[in-house]
């Protein structure tokens, strides 16, 4: 079940409601046969690979607790392996076994082993770094084990986060599924009002900036610089429209009900620095590398060189976090080789635009630094969207080509072809939509934008929630039409 869908607008009032007047001790019968069957809707029988997961993650939190010595170590890595035993099965068998296999080809050797048809489930790394969380926190102290099977059940199955996240920590949701919440209505507002500004951002710009991109990436030998450009552009907005505004109504719908889940981005495209960029972009995700896999290498607190490793290892992972390809891990590589080279070059960068005066100029500076971030970032979401190896090396190759022709064809009236009347009548909306995004985000630098927009006259307040509304329904591609899956649905 998709959020942008007609479906999930049944099946959230009918929950949150049926919530409501439950008493609270069967609430979390509610939610958990709610959240399996939100999860069914996709592939029913993959529920049994979390159920099996739940169960080993369930009973390995006890042994933790109850253990000592090596006997606790033990029960974690078993735990560890079960959980990335599942993720490596359905996710990477086939993608190493196929360079594998190519491997064994240039080696002129036969390799007997076949490609499984399998299909990824869905969301499957997300619940499956939450499950990790919790052993792990566990076995540091930091939690206790849960007990209640069922309340244990709901932290990996919650539905607003279950399929793309937030990935959340056990110290946070746990307690709130304990907690009795009672019906607020400026809590249940506040939490509408954030699902709509998720949706508006999915349905009315990552959808419809989708149609360019897709257009040209499906296809990019077809193009060139200037449409090449224009795509990875309007990649970059889709996919944080997408994920951001999956987010947004996963907070929102938790929201609703009482439970609070964690931001998972802040502004990311005002970032001064790749380094800032990652502690706005995704922040449940980097968080947890951080927590779990770079503080355990020895973060910074090592050589220089170590510490340069370190990074690159975690990068590398995390761009296979996301996909079986080497896009994805050359993707990750290149925003590790960012961070190297701003720890190499900062303090020369910096010296340098104090000699040529910019560092007197504040606002010009950080805008200067935003734009070179925007622009670095953007170019590694060449690799994470093209479909294979091959795309991405056409569109970088050939970012800078075919504008002669293109001004040319400005200059002669020529300009209004097939491709730039779909950007005008599709994207058109989302261009609008994205500057109203953009502003509304440069206010929440300075706060909450709906405390803000709360505190405003009446009048105002509700011209600007008609506004996003009437974009929602006449500029709005929802699923059932012609809309698109999360992306994030895919890891």
Not at 464 to 490: K, N, R, T
Request: charged share 10%; glycine share 6%.
């Amino acid at each position: 079940m998709l959020f942008n869908s007609f479906s999930f607008f049944i099946f959230f009032p009918v929950v949150t409601v049926a919530y409501f007047l439950l008493p609270h001790r069967y609430r979390w019968m509610l939610l958990l046969a709610a959240s399996c069957y939100f999860y069914m809707a996709f592939i029913p029988v993959y529920i049994l690979i979390l159920v099996v997961t739940i169960i080993v993650d369930y009973v390995a939190g006890i042994l933790i607790e109850d253990s000592t010595g090596k006997r606790r170590k033990f029960f974690l890595v078993a735990s560890i392996v079960a959980n990335l035993g599942v993720l490596a099965f359905f996710k990477y068998f086939n993608f190493f076994n196929t360079n594998i296999a190519e491997l064994y080809s240039f080696l002129g050797l036969h390799y007997p082993i076949q490609n499984l048809s399998i299909i990824l489930p869905i969301g499957l790394s997300f619940h499956t770094f939450q499950s990790i969380s919790y052993t792990i926190e566990v076995y540091r102290g930091h939690q206790e084990s849960e007990r209640h099977f069922g309340i244990f059940a709901l932290y990996v199955l919650f539905y607003p986060q279950l399929v793309a996240g937030p990935i959340e920590r056990p110290q946070n949701m746990l307690p709130q599924f304990h907690k009795e919440h009672y019906f607020d209505y400026e809590r249940v507002t506040s939490g509408l009002k954030l699902m709509t500004w998720g949706l508006f951002k999915k349905v009315v710009i990552a959808d419809r900036l989708a149609v360019i991109v897709n257009e040209v990436y499906n296809n990019p030998s077809a193009y060139e610089g200037p449409a090449l450009i224009l795509a990875t552009f309007c990649f970059a907005y889709q996919i944080y429209c997408d994920f951001s505004g999956y987010t947004d109504i996963a907070r929102g719908a938790a929201q609703v009900m009482g439970y609070d889940l964690m931001l998972n981005f802040r502004q990311p495209y005002f970032s001064k620095s790749i380094a800032e960029f990652w502690s706005r972009w995704h922040i449940s995700l980097s968080t947890w590398f951080r927590d779990y896999l770079y503080i355990p290498l020895g973060g910074n607190r090592v050589s220089k060189m170590r510490w340069q490793i370190n990074l690159v290892i975690v990068f590398a992972i995390s761009g296979l976090w996301h996909g079986a390809s080497w896009n994805f891990v050359i993707w990750g590589l290149l925003h590790g080789f960012y961070l190297i080279a701003s720890i190499q070059l900062g303090g020369l960068l910096s010296r340098f635009a104090e000699s040529i005066g910019i560092g007197k100029l504040p606002r010009l500076y950080a805008a200067i630094q935003i734009f070179i971030t925007f622009v670095l970032v953007c170019f590694a979401w060449i690799f994470f969207r093209a479909a294979t190896l091959q795309d991405s090396i056409y569109v970088i190759t050939h970012l800078t080509t075919g504008f002669g022709d293109f001004f040319q064809q400005v200059l002669s009236g020529q300009i209004i072809t097939p491709f730039t009347k779909q950007i005008i009548v599709v994207a058109g909306p989302a261009f609008a939509a994205m500057v109203l995004l953009e502003i509304a985000q440069y206010v929440q630098l300075s706060g909450s934008m709906r405390e803000k927009i709360a505190a405003r006259p009446v009048w105002q307040r509700w011209a600007a929630y008609y506004g996003i509304v009437a974009f929602l329904v006449v500029f709005g591609i929802w699923y059932e039409e012609s809309g698109s899956q999360f992306i994030y649905f895919q890891f």
